[in-house]
């Protein structure tokens, strides 16, 4: 019996054990970031965002989530019920599980696999199945357009964040996540790489659907665009999925070009504070990017999201893959 404890049930347990221990912050961050989505919009508009539900407002989230709990799910007479409910759920699972690979410090990370970079842009890239399904399956043309918008948006600037994942690969000499975080404790890679940098920032904001780029779900021409028919926890599923979407990325940004879980300068007084701090902090600031540009930019006209994705950061993120292969073989710069 307690052979079979320590071969079989402990490593199970212990595995998800750290599951949970992952999944439970994760959660009440997805659920407190739309808290402070509000407040922080609320603040640039000035005016004051939640502040009723609890002190300072802080129990709102947790009232949203009971309200749409308790309110009843439809389902259209002419939906595809398999499909309209597993399409949510999708968005939010793969939300979820590509965290598995993310670093919070040296050692501290679920699954580190030696493709750990390849699994997060294949996991993060399936995402755009959930919204397709759930346009097709709403049988309604509004829900429909809006998913063939959001396939076509995604599609577009993933190739992109294809380029930027190749250059940062290219200058970390690995696929391992842990190991292009130590690849940056000399410089973080935002500044060699800034221009990609700034590609791939402003992809993730296509890839989630955020402002200037939510037209899958513009409200003045597609009613609420591919989640339009949903409503109850099937709509909170698909609400809290984008929010997972925005940290996650956010975590990928902050592990590829931020350093990840290394403190600034690596100076002392710095290096004292924990590592998940750190990686904390860096995501908190890149998501209080995504809520500012919210907040601050019109919506694009879909041909100018197109033309900005394909004539523009297309040939300039394949030319700089090429450029930076060429400096580094030059100068012999590439990692053994």
Do not use: H
């Amino acid at each position: 019996m307690l052979e079979f404890w320590q071969g079989y049930l402990w490593p199970a347990v212990f595995i998800l054990l750290q599951i949970v221990a992952v999944l439970a912050p994760l959660l009440l961050a997805v659920a407190y970031t739309t808290y402070a989505e509000r407040k922080v919009i609320g603040a640039m508009q000035m005016r004051k965002g939640p502040n009723t539900v609890g002190p300072f407002g802080l129990l709102q989230p947790i009232a949203d989530g009971l309200k749409l709990l308790f309110k009843e799910t439809i389902l259209p007479s002419g939906a595809n019920r398999v499909v309209f409910v597993i399409a949510p759920m999708i968005t939010m699972i793969l939300a979820l599980v590509a965290w598995a690979v993310i670093p919070f410090d040296k050692g501290m990370v679920i699954a580190d696999i030696n493709v750990g970079l390849l699994y997060l842009f294949a996991v993060s890239s399936l995402g755009v199945y959930g919204i397709i399904m759930a346009g097709w399956a709403s049988n309604s043309k509004y829900p429909f357009m809006g998913a063939m918008r959001s396939a076509a948006q995604m599609v577009s600037y993933e190739v992109s964040m294809g380029f930027v994942v190749i250059t940062v690969a290219l200058c970390a000499g690995s696929l391992n996540l842990t190991e292009i975080v130590e690849a940056q404790r000399t410089v973080w890679f935002a500044l060699p790489l800034l221009p990609m940098f700034v590609i791939f920032f402003v992809s993730i904001l296509a890839e989630t659907n955020r402002t200037p780029f939510d037209l899958p779900e513009a409200e003045g021409e597609l009613v609420a665009g591919y989640f339009s028919e949903y409503s109850a926890m099937t709509f909170a599923l698909f609400f809290l999925g984008e929010y997972a979407n925005m940290l996650l990325l956010s975590g990928m940004t902050a592990v590829l070009f931020l350093g990840g879980w290394l403190a600034p300068l690596g100076i002392p007084p710095l290096t004292w504070i924990p590592g998940p701090i750190w990686l904390a902090l860096k995501i908190a600031l890149v998501m209080f990017v995504f809520i500012w540009v919210r907040a601050t930019l019109p919506r694009y006209r879909y041909d100018q999201l197109m033309r900005l994705g394909w004539k523009v950061f297309l040939p300039f993120s394949l030319g700089w893959v090429v450029l930076t292969a060429g400096v580094m073989v030059s100068f012999g710069w590439l990692p053994e």
